[in-house]
């Protein structure tokens, strides 16, 4: 299983990324899809995610700014992210949860500037 993220960067706060992993080694429309981050000093917590039917999940800190989607032909799970907080600021992971094992994507970072 191998997931690589992409997307990351500076910003301003206010301003959006939009965040894209390629997943492969997996039947991809099967599995739910996970964004998670690990800010500084901070344990990583989950950001959205999106199940095998399109339902999608947000944590509070990013509902009506963040949407999550997918792409079953092309295997990405994507991030839009808007109105981006200084807080934002942290390494993003693409997760699944695979036969009893969370698999990672490498992360990207994101920072956001005042």
């Known amino acids: 299983v191998q997931l690589q993220a992409s997307g990351g960067g500076l910003v301003q706060a206010g301003g959006s990324l939009r965040l894209s992993c390629d997943v492969s080694?997996?039947?991809?429309?099967?599995?739910?899809m996970s964004w998670y981050r690990q800010a500084p000093g901070k344990q990583r917590e989950l950001v959205a995610d999106?199940?095998?039917?399109?339902?999608?999940n947000y944590a509070d800190f990013v509902t009506g700014r963040f949407t999550i989607s997918r792409d079953n032909v092309r295997r990405t799970v994507a991030l839009q992210m808007n109105a981006l907080k200084i807080e934002d600021t942290a390494v993003y992971y693409c997760?699944?949860?695979?036969?009893?094992?969370?698999?990672w994507g490498q992360g990207t970072l994101v920072t956001v500037s005042s």
């Open positions: 997760s699944v949860q695979y036969k009893g094992r969370r698999y």
């Open positions: 999106i199940s095998d039917n399109g339902t999608r």
């Open positions: 080694g997996i039947n991809f429309r099967l599995y739910t």
